[in-house]
Antibody, heavy 120, light 110 residues
Framework: EVQLVESGGDWVQPGGSLRLSCGAS????????MTWVRRPPGKGLEWVSS????????YYADSVKGRFTISRDNSRNTLYLQMNSLRDDDTAVYFC?????????????WGQGTLVTVSS | QSALTQPRSVSGSPGQSVTISCTGT?????????VSWYQQHPGKAPKLMIY???QRPSGVPDRFSASKSGITASLTISGLQAEDEADYYC??????????FGTGTEVTVL
């Protein structure tokens, strides 16, 4: 059974940093690109960042480019999101999601999410 | 990377049909047949309902159908049931390994 479990969400002041983790199990982690998606309170889903299966390709939404860094450790089956220079509008539940097999463009499994609150 | 446009809410009685539109641009919905739809109940993870414009994953009821014309994709829920009450999001591939989600639609079963 595919499982994705996020952790690391917390309260942080504006300008601070946080690292999210997503532990994966039930599939060959390195065979799948992975993605972070967030949902701010009262708003809709927003694609944040994606990383290729081998970690060589990383992609970001304009809203986080230069502040967030996505990475993965395939030996630990873990996805990360390093978030720096956090702003109030980064407050959201952050979900990790598995991208479907290569050549496809949808997210077939999702974690339950971890809450990041940026506030003074 | 502007969000795709969806109606804020739609509603219907049990057994009726509702359709949710998802309007993008020629750079996302209009350029790729990679539109997917997700259902999200409060406090839960999003669930894949449709991929590649109109394909249903195994386990998704055939009451859910979808299509695309030009820059607008649509999701139809036929024979509306109480458990269909949720938020629905479209998502389109936008090239260069980027994606854009819709603004989200709240479906209410009256």
């Amino acid at each position: 059974e595919v499982q994705l479990v996020e952790s690391g969400g917390d309260w942080v002041q504006p300008g601070g940093s946080l690292r999210l983790s997503c532990g994966a199990s039930g599939f060959t982690f390195s065979n799948h690109a992975m993605t972070w998606v967030r949902r701010p309170p009262g708003k809709g889903l927003e694609w944040v960042s994606s990383i290729s299966g081998d970690g060589s390709g990383t992609y970001y939404a304009d809203s986080v480019k230069g502040r967030f860094t996505i990475s993965r450790d395939n030996s630990r089956n873990t996805l990360y999101l390093q978030m720096n220079s956090l702003r109030d509008d980064d407050t959201a539940v952050y979900f990790c999601a598995r991208r479907s097999p290569p050549g496809t463009y949808y997210f077939d499994y999702w974690g339950q999410g971890t809450l990041v609150t940026v506030s003074s | 990377q502007s969000a795709l446009t969806q109606p804020r809410s739609v509603s219907g009685s049990p057994g009726q049909s509702v359709t949710i539109s998802c309007t993008g641009t020629s750079s996302d919905v209009g350029d790729y047949n990679y539109v997917s739809w997700y259902q999200q109940h409060p406090g839960k993870a999003p669930k894949l309902m449709i991929y590649d414009v109109k394909q249903r994953p195994s386990g998704v009821p055939d009451r859910f159908s979808a299509s695309k014309s030009g820059i607008t994709a649509s999701l139809t829920i036929s024979g509306l049931q109480a458990e269909d009450e949720a938020d629905y999001y479209c998502c389109s591939y936008a090239g260069s390994s980027t994606y854009v989600f819709g603004t989200g639609t709240e479906v209410t079963v009256l």
